[in-house]
């Protein structure tokens, strides 16, 4: 199945990805479309229900920003083998999957990507398998990269899981809420997008130092997205976001602005209520993201964005002015632009 129909107009509207180059576009979609081939043989089983579970989401779309990216990534070496690259970019899109069964699990979703989850439309054991499944067929391909590239999704399955403990257990004694939360969502996001940008780095022949700078760019965008995400779900009406308001709120998720309101001197007493826990019903989602939008959280929060979108664009000043350049600037500007 083709994506050059949709994809990058998708990937335009939800990551500001901006191409004006017609060549790089061409790369690009090429690539996608090489991407999803790997993907749809990858998960296909001969046992009927690993197949059907397998594929849900894949066949359910998405944004495919992971693979994307490492594709962009790779137009910083010479060339390099684009085989490898897009080996690595549909194994990259293949753990970001298998996050999502199993995080659907935990936060007890029912739907995703507008379909049913599969734990909703199975059962939880159905999905945690499932993500194991995608996960194990990350690694195969993964293996057939080298030692390096095993090494590096290795450590990064470890971010991915550290992050995710750190998350469900909270900050210990001691522990700088803000500092927790900002690490624990570098962790859990941003460490897989830094890999897509290290593994299209590599496979392209880039230079070291280029390599590390997609890696810490990849890093930063991660994280920054999630603050982004953030600061939507609290400011942005349902019509304009397309998501139900207060989603953290209702799944008793502290986010970054909740973090900050409470860190003020002297907190509004009812929102430190409100945010103790879960909030079940309209009436106090609606109070507590109106007492939010009144505190100081929401604009600490549009700040520590703006720095994170400066930090991703200051690693890109050492790469090579071009196109891909270019694309990758639009996706650090629009981080802020869609919070506004």
Known sequence: ?????????ELRAAVGLQIADEQLLRTLVAGLDDVEDVLRGVVSSDVAAIDEAARHLVDAGGKRFRPMFTLLASQFGPGGRHEAVVTAAAAVELVHLATLYHDDVMDEATMRRGAPSVNARWDNSVAILTGDYLFAHASLLVADLGTDAARIIAETFGELVTGQMR????????????????????????????????FGGMFSGAGAERIEA???????VGTAFQISDDIIDIASPSDTSGKPQGTDLREGVRTLPM???????????????????PLTDDDSVAEALELLRRSGGLERTRATLADYARRAREELAGLPASPAREACESVADYLVARTH
Not at 1 to 9: A, E, K, Q
Not at 178 to 192: A, C, E, F, N
Not at 214 to 220: K, V, W
Not at 259 to 277: D, F, K, M
């Open 214 to 220: 997609l890696h810490r760019f990849g890093s930063i």
């Open 1 to 9: 199945m083709s994506v050059r129909d949709g994809t990058i107009d």
């Open 167 to 198: 998350e469900t257990v909270g900050p210990q004694h001691g522990d700088d809420p803000v500092d927790h939360y900002l690490s624990v969502i570098g962790q859990k996001t941003g460490s897989l997008i830094a890999t897509a940008g290290r």
């Open 259 to 277: 973090h900050y309101a409470l860190s003020e001197r002297a907190p509004e007493p009812r929102l430190v209520e409100l945010l103790s826990g």
